[in-house]
């Protein structure tokens, strides 16, 4: 038996309150029962994306949401931009091409952020372009993208922003109407605070002029089927019926705090973070560091070995680094039901596990960072 702490980016913990919710009996979706609880969570998202514009769910994962805004929006042969920099960016540009849809990639390095002014350009020279695809907060290197400034420049064009803001959203400041920003896909798993399996997706009005016009074949994901069965506080196929029941008290709990209070809250947690890597002389990964996961470079190719070691041994999961950067990098997440002791734990049992794999280091400065940062608030 061991206790088990994820701080991992994606699932994340879930609170009691909501987990007992996913214990309920199921109700049956086409009753006015569960349609009462669907009016209410799908207003309650609305809150949560900041837009006015309906969110639509569906049972997928995070995926999947990014695959319905690309079937939904364009048809074989549309020219499109992905502005990746990193491996969820670059998962846009897969997609795309799965469907013959031709990419125009603005992508940078891993690590760094997308740059807004080359976006601008290839649109300038682009003018057909139907779609501009990015990344909110970048889970796989640990960046933000400045958002607002890339809808600034989009809504000027014909194009539509797409953004996926899977890992981001309730974990830091995001606005979808203010920031202009056409289709933003989310899942259930990490700052909702809610097991996987359920898929978000909101659509502009610009945005859904486009659906009007796309070819891509589809079914499932046939997001006019959802706008219909909206209407009538349904979903077209059996929705995960106990995500929904549980998803209602998750955004009671964000509403009682506050949407931009959780956001300054995990601005703490971040800071807090930052500040402990600092003191363990683990260099941030990163041009801009979001506030949901704070990516560090470990000592040479131990990196998979520390996340092995902590969740093994301490029960701690963490997690490394994906493609290129496997084995260099830990990412230590700071999202969905995450407070500062399990951000303490994380650090202690992250001191003792490099002191194990013969790192110098000095015990428990990590954690007297973090809390330096913590109770000076
Ligand atoms: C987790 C994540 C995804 C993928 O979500 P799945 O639920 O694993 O399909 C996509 N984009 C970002 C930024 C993510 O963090």
Known sequence: MMKHYLLTPGPTPIPPEVALKEALPILHHRTSEFGAIYKDVAEGLEYVFQTRNKVYMFAASGTGA???????LLSPGD?????????FGDRWMKIAQGYGVK?????????KVVKPAEIEKVLKENPNIKAVFTTFTETSTGVVNDIRIVGEIVSKTNAVLVVDAISGLVGQEFRTDDWKVDIVVAGSQKGFMLAPGLAFITLSDKAWKLVETSKIPKFYFDIKKYRKSYTINETPFTPPVTLIVALKESIRLIKERGLENMWNDYKLLAKAARAGMKALRL???????CEVVTSVFVPVEIGDKIVKTLREKYGVSIAGGQGDLKGKIIRFAHMGYIGKADLLVGFACLEMVLVELGVKIEKGKAVAAAEEVLLNV
Do not use: K
């Open 103 to 111: 990419v125009i990639s603005v992508s940078v390095e891993w690590g």
């Open 283 to 289: 260099e941030l990964f990163g041009e801009v560091p």
């Open 66 to 72: 990014m695959e319905m805004a690309v079937v939904n």
């Open 79 to 87: 020219e499109v931009i992905v502005a990746s920099c990193g491996n």
